[in-house]
């Protein structure tokens, strides 16, 4: 499963009065949230979760992040996480689900309550892992769109350049328009905005874990922008913030790709 899953993680708090703040940033993966006894409301670009003794099990699906997502958490928190990698959930989810909304249950329902109520009753970790393992695995409906994964390998893994019109045309064979569509029903965003979400990424990681003292003129080149301004246009543009109070305000989390900031 490692090459359509990123990674689980869990999130326990017992406190009766927790109450915790922090702000996602713009990212290319989709994440399945489950909480063992909680209530969620949506509003704009916020999740609020309230714990309540009496709910089910709360499923929730968010997508790919275009803009900054808030999450407030309340009461106690039992919580695990899935998070996919790009067209990784497209192999065990139907076709009904709008892949570029957020939507949680009754109207989402990834596993049945059942194993959800099991699930949380697993304290080893490992355990844990290979029971969501052997599930997801028995929900497997492969997918494939080779112009998908084409552009998916060019955009992360490619060191060089390339113009949106050129990949289409030149390296698929296929029209920008065209690709726009495949993306935005399996991605859920344009190939443009999908590409500056993953510069973005990129530049954060390296700046964050490979070459924190490498300033942002060199960084900004070797993910693709076009010079520092660039970058600092596109940070402002995602985040709200300039690259400065961006990286100052954050918070890794963990040892995947996570960077949060705690606002309460």
């Not at 596109?234 to 949060?260: H, M, R, Y």
């Amino acid at each position: 499963m490692q090459k359509y899953i990123s990674y689980y993680y869990v999130d326990v708090a017992d406190d009766e009065y927790y109450h915790n703040e922090y702000i996602c940033y713009p990212h290319y993966n989709n994440t399945i949230s489950l909480y063992k006894n909680h209530e969620v409301k949506f509003g704009n670009n916020h999740s609020q979760i309230f714990y309540n003794s009496a709910s089910s099990p709360l499923q929730i699906f968010t997508p790919l992040r275009e803009t900054i997502l808030k999450v407030s958490q309340i009461g106690p928190v039992h919580k695990i996480g899935i998070v996919f990698e790009p067209f990784g959930i497209n192999q065990v989810l139907n076709n009904d689900l709008a892949i570029s909304e957020r939507v949680t249950s009754p109207d989402f329902s990834f596993f049945d309550v059942e194993f959800i109520n099991r699930l949380f009753d697993i304290e080893n970790l490992e355990d844990l892992k290979l029971a969501l393992d052997k599930q997801i695995l028995s929900m497997f409906l492969p997918v494939t769109n080779e112009y998908i994964i084409r552009t998916l390998q060019l955009f992360h893994n490619s060191a060089d350049e390339i113009s949106i019109d050129e990949l289409a045309e030149h390296k698929l064979g296929i029209s920008r328009k065209h690709l726009n569509r495949l993306f935005k029903k399996h991605i859920g965003t344009s190939v443009q905005k999908y590409r500056s979400i993953v510069r973005f990424r990129q530049l954060m990681s390296h700046k964050l874990n490979l070459q924190p003292q490498t300033n942002l003129g060199i960084l900004s080149h070797q993910a693709h922008y076009t010079d520092q301004s660039h970058f600092i246009k596109a940070c402002k543009q995602l985040t709200g913030l300039t690259p400065s109070q961006f990286f100052k305000d954050g918070k890794i989390v963990g040892t995947e790709d996570t960077f949060w900031n705690f606002t309460g």
